[in-house]
């Protein structure tokens, strides 16, 4: 059985940090690009950052470019999204997604985590 735990979402003042880990198991998982994608209520889900399986190469959306970093550890099954400069249209939901042997969006990932909530406030 697959799963991707996410955690160390909370509540943080405009301008502070965030490290968000994304924990998975049930699946090779050097064989999967990850990504990260976002909901903010009322809104739809929106990607952030994805990372390749080795993690040589990573993409951003704009709106964080420059402000979150995406990793991740192979060896612990594991993808990071280390967000800098919070600003508080960035609360929303965070989901880790796995897409395998590919670039993940938003409409083609194979397994999909439940999500970590960060509010930023002003």
């Known amino acids: 059985q697959v799963q991707l735990v996410e955690s160390g979402g909370g509540l943080v003042q405009a301008g502070g940090s965030l490290r968000l880990s994304c924990a998975a198991s049930g699946l090779p998982f050097s064989d999967y690009a990850m990504g990260w994608f976002r909901q903010a209520p009322g809104k739809e889900r929106e990607f952030v950052a994805g990372?390749?399986?080795?993690?040589?190469?990573?993409d951003y959306a704009d709106s964080v470019k420059g402000r979150f970093t995406i990793s991740r550890e192979n060896a612990k099954n594991t993808v990071y999204l280390r967000m800098n400069s919070l600003k508080p249209e960035d609360t929303a939901v965070y989901h880790c997604?796995?897409?395998?042997?590919?670039?993940?969006?938003?409409?083609?990932?194979?397994?999909w985590g439940q999500g970590t909530q960060v509010t930023v406030s002003s």
């Open positions: 997604a796995a897409k395998f042997y590919g670039v993940p969006t938003m409409t083609n990932c194979d397994y």
């Open positions: 990372i390749t399986r080795s993690g040589s190469r990573t």
